[in-house]
């Protein structure tokens, strides 16, 4: 069973910035992702990378996230800059091992890590 171990997150003013890191136990030979979800709302997608280097992000945070993978440790980063109090969420590390479309079916999951943003 592969494990997910986020670090990162916390707390920050709007227009600052944080990085989260998550790392897995295993080889993951399709791709990673970051999830969030903010209290009353659905998860949703944030970023996704595939292992060939394929990114997608949410339209919400273009041009201030940054999702990038360190294969060799089988690794994911998303470096938020620019935050705003509306990404305040628990954020959620995902991997998956197998294609699902232009993404991955994403089986692995971490426990979350909380982003709050203040004005």
């Known amino acids: 069973q592969v494990q997910l171990v986020e670090s990162g997150g916390g707390s920050a003013q709007a227009g600052g910035s944080l990085e989260l890191s998550c790392a897995a136990s295993e080889y993951i030979n399709c791709g990673m992702a970051w999830y969030r979800q903010a209290p009353g709302k659905e998860r949703e997608l944030v970023s996704s990378?595939?292992?060939?280097?394929?990114?997608r992000y949410a339209e919400s945070v273009k041009g201030r996230f940054t999702i990038s993978l360190e294969r060799v440790k089988n690794a994911v980063y998303l470096q938020m800059n620019n935050l705003k109090t509306e990404d305040t969420a628990v954020y959620y590390c995902?991997?998956?091992?197998?294609?699902?479309?232009?993404?991955?079916?994403?089986?692995?999951w971490g426990q979350g890590t909380q982003v709050t943003v203040s004005s």
């Open positions: 995902a991997a998956g091992r197998r294609p699902l479309g232009a993404l991955c079916m994403f089986d692995y």
């Open positions: 990378i595939r292992r060939d280097g394929i990114t």
